[in-house]
C-alpha cells in the first residue's frame, strides 16, 4: 500500500466522520427540539409527505389506554398544584380550579378570569385538545397565561390528563384507541415489560391455598363483603363469581363512579393492582380499604375469590388454562385479519 493510497483511505475516513457527525447535530436538532430552528425547517421539507415534522406524535387515545390516574395525581400534585385546586367547588388559586374540567368548555369556568388568549379557543376540553394544552400551553393558546412550560414525556401528560378525567361525579369514558395508530406499538412497548408480571401473579394465584385465602378473606374483608352465591350486598358487594366478571356491574349495589369508569374485567392483574392499593387503582373509590401488601397474601385471597364459582377462571400457562391461549390469539387476529407483529 503507498502513500497516495493511505491518502485515499483517510480521506475516505475523514468524511464520513464528517457526514456522521453533521448527521448527528441535524438528527439531534430533529429529534430533540420541540421548535426546530428554519435551518431544520427547510430539512424537513425536504422529507417524503407523511413524515411528521415534529416529535413522532402518539394519540393521546392510545397513551390513555396505559396511563395510571394514581401517578397522575401525584404528578399534578407537583407539577400543578402551586397553581391549581382540583376538589369539586375548590377555589380559583393563580389558575382556575379543575374539577371536571375534561370535556368542559374552555375558559368558561365559573369565578376565573381567563386571558382572551384562552377565551379565543373556543371549543371544549376533548382530550386531544388537553393533550396538545398541556403538551405546550403557549403553541396552544397563543397569549395565555398559564405560565408553564408544558409536559414533553408522553406518558407523563397522559396520566394526568387520566387523573384529571377521573375529577368529576360521572367521568367521561377514555377515548377509543383509533385502529392503525402510529404509536399504538410505543405504549405496547412500554407496557412489554409489565406483561411478565402478569402472568406470574396469576400463577401465583394457581399455586395458592384456596383455603387459606377463605381465612384470609373472611378477616380482611368479611366486615365489608359477603361471598356466598346470591348473598346480599353489605358496605361492598356480594364478591361470588368477581373473578374475570365485569367491574362494577354487580345489579343491586350503588358502586362510585370512579370504580364505574374503569370499564374492564376483574383480570387476576387488575385484582392484584386493586388489592393492593384499591384508591391507586380507582382514585375515588368507596372501599375504605388500605390494600395488602404482601403478594402471597393477595395471591392466597384471590384464590379463594377464583374457587367461588361453578367454573372458576382458568390460570393463564397452566395445565388447565393452556386451552385459552390460542383462543386469545384467534381472537385477537381472527376478524381484522391483522397480519401479526
Ligand atoms: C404557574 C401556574 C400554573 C401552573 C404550574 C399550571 N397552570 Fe394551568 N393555568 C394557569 C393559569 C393562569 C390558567 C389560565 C390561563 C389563561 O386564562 O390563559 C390556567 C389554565 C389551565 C386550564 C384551562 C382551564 C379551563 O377551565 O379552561 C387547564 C386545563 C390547566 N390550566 C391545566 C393545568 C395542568 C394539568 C397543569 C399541570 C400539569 C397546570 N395547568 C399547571 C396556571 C398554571
Ligand atoms: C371497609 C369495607 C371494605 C373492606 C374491608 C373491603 N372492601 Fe371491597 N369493596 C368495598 C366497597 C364499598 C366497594 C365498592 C367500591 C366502589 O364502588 O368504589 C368494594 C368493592 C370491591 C370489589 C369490586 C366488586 C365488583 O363487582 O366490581 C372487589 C373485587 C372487592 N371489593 C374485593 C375486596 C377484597 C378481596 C377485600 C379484602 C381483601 C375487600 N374488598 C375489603 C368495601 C370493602
Given at each position: 500500500?503507498?502513500?497516495?493510497?493511505?491518502?485515499?483511505?483517510?480521506?475516505?475516513?475523514?468524511?464520513?466522520?464528517?457526514?456522521?457527525?453533521?448527521?448527528?447535530?441535524?438528527?439531534?436538532?430533529?429529534?430533540?427540539?420541540?421548535?426546530?430552528?428554519?435551518?431544520?425547517?427547510?430539512?424537513?421539507?425536504?422529507?417524503?409527505?407523511?413524515?411528521?415534522?415534529?416529535?413522532?406524535?402518539?394519540?393521546?387515545?392510545?397513551?390513555?389506554?396505559?396511563?395510571?390516574?394514581?401517578?397522575?395525581?401525584s404528578d399534578a400534585a407537583k407539577l400543578c398544584g402551586a397553581c391549581?385546586?382540583?376538589?369539586?367547588?375548590?377555589?380559583?388559586?393563580?389558575?382556575?380550579?379543575?374539577?371536571?374540567?375534561?370535556?368542559?368548555?374552555?375558559?368558561?369556568?365559573?369565578?376565573?378570569?381567563?386571558?382572551?388568549?384562552?377565551?379565543?379557543?373556543?371549543?371544549?376540553?376533548?382530550?386531544?385538545?388537553m393533550s396538545a394544552w398541556l403538551r405546550d400551553p403557549k403553541g396552544?393558546?397563543?397569549?395565555?397565561?398559564?405560565?408553564?412550560?408544558?409536559?414533553?414525556?408522553?406518558?407523563?401528560?397522559?396520566?394526568?390528563?387520566?387523573?384529571?378525567?377521573?375529577?368529576?361525579?360521572?367521568?367521561?369514558?377514555?377515548?377509543?384507541?383509533?385502529?392503525?395508530?402510529?404509536?399504538?406499538?410505543?405504549?405496547?412497548?412500554?407496557?412489554?415489560?409489565?406483561?411478565?408480571?402478569?402472568?406470574?401473579?396469576?400463577?401465583?394465584?394457581?399455586?395458592?391455598?384456596?383455603?387459606?385465602?377463605?381465612?384470609?378473606?373472611?378477616?380482611?374483608?368479611?366486615?365489608?363483603?359477603?361471598?356466598?352465591?346470591?348473598?346480599?350486598?353489605?358496605?361492598?358487594?356480594?364478591?361470588?363469581?368477581?373473578?374475570?366478571?365485569?367491574?362494577?356491574?354487580?345489579?343491586?349495589?350503588?358502586?362510585?363512579?370512579?370504580?364505574?369508569?374503569?370499564?374492564?374485567?376483574?383480570?387476576?392483574?387488575?385484582?392484584?393492582?386493586?388489592?393492593?392499593?384499591?384508591?391507586?387503582?380507582?382514585?375515588?373509590?368507596?372501599?375504605?380499604?388500605?390494600?395488602?401488601?404482601?403478594?402471597?397474601?393477595?395471591?392466597?385471597?384471590?384464590?379463594?375469590?377464583?374457587?367461588?364459582?361453578?367454573?372458576?377462571?382458568?390460570?393463564?400457562?397452566?395445565?388447565?388454562?393452556?386451552?385459552?391461549?390460542?383462543?386469545?390469539?384467534?381472537?385477537?387476529?381472527?376478524?381484522?385479519?391483522?397480519?401479526?407483529?
Amino acid at each position: 500500500m503507498d502513500s497516495t493510497e493511505l491518502n485515499k483511505i483517510m480521506a475516505a475516513f475523514l468524511t464520513a466522520g464528517i457526514v456522521f457527525g453533521l448527521g448527528g447535530v441535524l438528527g439531534g436538532k430533529l429529534i430533540h427540539s420541540e421548535r426546530p430552528e428554519h435551518p431544520a425547517f427547510a430539512i424537513l421539507s425536504a422529507l417524503p409527505e407523511g413524515v411528521s415534522a415534529g416529535p413522532r406524535e402518539v394519540p393521546i387515545a392510545a397513551l390513555l389506554a396505559h396511563a395510571d390516574p394514581a401517578r397522575g395525581q401525584s404528578d399534578a400534585a407537583k407539577l400543578c398544584g402551586a397553581c391549581h385546586s382540583f376538589n369539586k367547588g375548590g377555589a380559583a388559586l393563580v389558575g382556575p380550579n379543575l374539577y371536571n374540567v375534561v370535556m368542559a368548555p374552555v375558559a368558561e369556568g365559573a369565578g376565573y378570569d381567563f386571558s382572551s388568549g384562552l377565551k379565543a379557543k373556543h371549543g371544549k376540553w376533548s382530550f386531544d385538545d388537553m393533550s396538545a394544552w398541556l403538551r405546550d400551553p403557549k403553541g396552544y393558546a397563543p397569549g395565555t397565561k398559564m405560565a408553564f412550560a408544558g409536559i414533553n414525556n408522553d406518558r407523563q401528560r397522559a396520566d394526568v390528563i387520566d387523573y384529571l378525567r377521573t375529577l368529576s361525579d360521572s367521568p367521561q369514558p377514555l377515548p377509543p384507541v383509533p385502529k392503525e395508530a402510529p404509536g399504538a406499538s410505543a405504549p405496547a412497548a412500554a407496557g412489554a415489560p409489565a406483561a411478565p408480571a402478569g402472568p406470574s401473579f396469576a400463577e401465583a394465584v394457581g399455586h395458592s391455598d384456596a383455603k387459606l385465602g377463605e381465612a384470609a378473606a373472611q378477616r380482611y374483608c368479611g366486615a365489608c363483603h359477603s361471598f356466598d352465591q346470591g348473598g346480599a350486598s353489605m358496605v361492598g358487594p356480594n364478591l361470588y363469581n368477581v373473578v374475570d366478571k365485569a367491574i362494577a356491574v354487580q345489579p343491586g349495589y350503588s358502586f362510585s363512579a370512579a370504580l364505574t369508569a374503569k370499564h374492564a374485567a376483574w383480570t387476576y392483574e387488575n385484582l392484584d393492582a386493586w388489592l393492593t392499593d384499591p384508591r391507586g387503582f380507582a382514585p375515588g373509590t368507596k372501599m375504605g380499604f388500605a390494600g395488602i401488601p404482601s403478594e402471597k397474601q393477595r395471591a392466597t385471597v384471590v384464590a379463594y375469590l377464583r374457587s367461588l364459582s361453578p367454573n372458576p377462571h382458568p390460570i393463564p400457562g397452566s395445565g388447565a388454562g393452556g386451552a385459552d391461549k390460542p383462543g386469545q390469539g384467534a381472537a385477537r387476529q381472527s376478524p381484522g385479519g391483522t397480519p401479526p407483529k
